[in-house]
């Protein structure tokens, strides 16, 4: 079975603050992508990492995925109250996604 | 364009009786996936169709869960026999996969249909 663990699961922070979520497995994916979920929404895609430390920047978020392809990490800079939201990572064997555990995220302006 | 749509948004049933969640692909999307989403919680497959090749159901949870995807486009996932556990959100999600092409596809999902049995 492969699994995705993502950390932290909840995380509070307060307006202007940075923040990193983690994305962990045992598996080697193909290529691994970060949604973002809002409540009564399905996710939307935010990037698609493909190349073992590839870095790509969306504004204020930094992804890179680990040299192995087993691992990612999502870095936001000076978060703000539109970044609230689950964050999702889905690792991506053939035609299949394995979705991470989630994290919610809570920016207090 | 139109997105991916699903109904009803919210089901509330009793145990025991049968359910039917629909979803409306993007036009022209040959891929179809149905997840299930508990409280808060990450993303569980259940099943995959593509074109006319035979679905994958290795994530249907029991002989009670099945599905169909009529004509490549509309498909049903059909709860039967509802149980408590079986209470999450169902989404659907809908790709054009590019043949021969190496690129991730991009999924675009639907809002859920939230599914409450009591």
């Known amino acids: 079975t492969q699994l995705l663990e993502q950390s932290p699961q909840f995380l509070s922070i307060q307006e202007g603050e940075n923040l990193t979520v983690y994305c962990n497995s045992s598996s080697v994916f193909s290529s691994l992508q970060w949604y973002r979920q809002e409540p009564g929404e399905g996710p939307v895609l935010l990037v698609t990492?493909?190349?073992?430390?590839e870095v790509k920047k969306l504004k204020r978020l930094t992804f890179q995925f680990g040299d192995a392809r087993k691992d990612s990490s999502l870095h936001i800079t000076a978060a703000q109250p539109g970044d609230t939201g689950l964050y999702l990572c889905?690792?991506?064997?053939?035609?299949?996604?394995?979705f991470g555990t989630g994290t919610r995220l809570k920016v207090l302006a | 364009g139109a997105g991916v749509s699903q109904s009803p948004s919210n089901k509330v049933t009793e145990k025991g009786k049968d359910v039917e969640l629909r979803c409306d692909p993007i036009s022209g999307h040959t891929a179809l996936y149905w997840y299930r989403q508990s409280l808060g919680q990450g993303l569980e497959f259940l099943i995959y169709?593509?074109?006319?090749?035979?679905?994958?159901k290795s994530g249907l949870p029991s002989d009670r869960f099945s599905a169909e995807r009529t004509g490549g486009s509309v498909s049903t996932l059909t709860i039967q026999r509802t149980q408590q556990e079986d209470s999450a959100v169902y989404l659907c999600?809908?790709?054009?996969?590019?043949?021969?092409?190496?690129?991730?596809?991009?999924?675009?999902f639907g809002p859920g249909t939230r599914l409450t049995v009591l």
């Open positions: 169709f593509q074109g006319n090749s035979a679905p994958d």
């Open positions: 889905a690792g991506v064997i053939f035609y299949k996604y394995i």
């Open positions: 990492v493909v190349t073992g430390g």
């Open positions: 999600a809908s790709s054009r996969p590019l043949a021969g092409s190496t690129s991730t596809d991009t999924q675009y």
